[in-house]
C-alpha cells in the first residue's frame, strides 16, 4: 500500500488544511533555538529523508533541512548531480532504491509526473517542494501568514499579481479550500491553467469563496486584504525576462495598488524578490510587508506537513498537545 504524499494542494482536505495551521502555529511558538542543541521533539526519531533538488534553492533547501533536524530526524540534500538521474537514470528506479535506504522524499523538480512516479515506486511519502505545476508548501505557508494577519480566511480576500504560475495555481486551489476569496491579476497570454481555475472556483462555491480571473491589476487590487506577487520570469525561463519585464510591467506591485487595497492590508511575496521589477522596494520594505514572516512560516508548515506524513502524527495532534489554541 502506498503511503500519503503531498503532491498537489488539493491531496489535503480543507479540514486538515486548518489542522496543519494549527500544527505549524504550535510548532513556532514552542521552537526552540538550535544553537543551544535542543530538537524540539523526536516525531522524526531515526527517520532520514532524503531532499532532491533539480532545481536551485534557498528558503525550501534550508527550511527541509532544518525543519527535518528540529523533529528529530536526518535530512539528506541531494542535487541532480549526486544522483544518477542527472545521468539518465529513471525517476521510477531512483525511487525504488532510495525507498530501501529513507523513510521520505522531499523533492523540487519539473513535471509533477515525476512526483507521482517517485510515490508509486519508493514506497515511501513524497513531498512536493515545487513543481512547474504547484508550490503547495508556500501556499500553507502563506495561508499561515494571512492567518495571523486576519485571525481566519472568511470575507478575506487575497489578490496575486503577476504570472499565473506554479504558485498562483496553489494559491488558487488552498485559498478556495479555506473560504479565501482568491483574485489572479494577468497578462494577456499568463493566464493559470483553466483547469486549476475550474477546479479552484468549483471548490470555492462549495466553501463560501469566490474566484476571480482577471487582466485588470487595479481591479484586483480594490479592497483586497493582501496583495501578492511573485517573479516575473520563474526558474528556466530566463531567456524570456526581457520580454516578460515589458508585458508584465502594468503589473508592478507599487504603492499605488496597495493604496487601492484594504486599509489593513497585507503585503506577501514568496521570494527571491527583484526590487523595482515585480514589487517596489518601498512596498516589500514597508510597513505593511508581511514577507519575511512568510518565508519563516515556510519552516513552520512543512514541519507539520512532515509531521503528519513521515511522523504519522494525526493533524491537530500537535496543537491539541501544546493546548489546542492557535498561536
Request: glycine share 10%.
Amino acid at each position: 500500500m502506498t503511503p500519503r504524499s503531498l503532491i498537489s494542494t488539493t491531496d489535503l482536505a480543507p479540514e486538515e488544511i486548518a489542522l496543519l495551521l494549527d500544527d505549524a502555529a504550535a510548532m513556532r511558538s514552542a521552537r526552540v533555538d538550535l544553537v543551544s542543541g535542543a530538537v524540539i521533539d523526536t516525531t522524526l526519531r531515526g527517520r532520514t529523508v532524503a531532499l532532491i533538488f533539480e532545481k536551485p534553492s534557498t528558503r525550501t533547501r534550508v527550511s527541509f533541512e532544518v525543519g527535518v533536524t528540529e523533529l528529530g530526524g536526518t535530512p539528506l540534500a541531494l542535487s541532480s548531480a549526486d544522483l544518477q538521474l542527472g545521468r539518465g537514470e529513471t525517476v521510477e528506479d531512483t525511487g525504488a532504491v532510495l525507498g530501501r535506504f529513507v523513510q521520505a522524499i522531499v523533492i523540487r523538480t519539473f513535471a509533477q509526473s515525476r512526483l507521482h512516479a517517485l510515490a508509486a515506486s519508493s514506497g515511501v511519502p513524497v513531498i512536493n517542494a515545487l513543481t512547474d505545476e504547484e508550490h503547495p508548501c508556500q501556499a500553507l505557508a502563506d495561508l499561515l501568514t494571512i492567518r495571523d494577519a486576519f485571525g481566519g480566511f472568511e470575507g478575506r480576500v487575497l489578490t496575486y499579481v503577476g504570472d499565473g504560475n506554479n504558485v498562483a495555481h496553489s494559491l488558487l486551489l488552498a485559498g478556495a479550500a479555506v473560504g479565501l476569496g482568491v483574485r489572479i491579476a494577468h497578462p494577456d497570454g499568463y493566464a493559470p491553467g483553466p483547469d486549476i481555475v475550474a477546479r479552484a472556483t468549483s471548490s470555492a462555491a462549495v466553501h463560501g469563496s469566490e474566484i476571480t480571473v482577471t487582466t485588470d491589476p487595479r481591479a484586483a487590487a480594490s479592497g483586497a486584504h493582501a496583495l501578492y506577487t511573485d517573479v516575473w520570469a520563474s526558474m528556466g525561463q530566463e531567456a524570456e525576462s526581457a520580454e516578460r519585464a515589458r508585458v508584465f510591467a502594468p503589473f508592478t506591485l507599487g504603492p499605488e495598488l496597495v493604496g487601492l487595497a484594504a486599509d489593513d492590508a497585507i503585503v506577501l511575496h514568496c521570494l527571491p524578490a527583484h526590487r523595482g521589477e515585480e514589487i517596489a522596494a518601498e512596498v516589500i520594505d514597508g510597513p505593511r510587508s508581511r514577507v519575511f514572516d512568510q518565508a519563516e512560516n515556510r519552516l513552520h508548515a512543512q514541519k507539520a506537513v512532515m509531521a503528519m506524513l513521515v511522523g504519522g502524527s494525526a493533524p491537530g495532534a500537535v496543537a491539541a498537545a501544546a493546548g489546542g489554541g492557535r498561536a
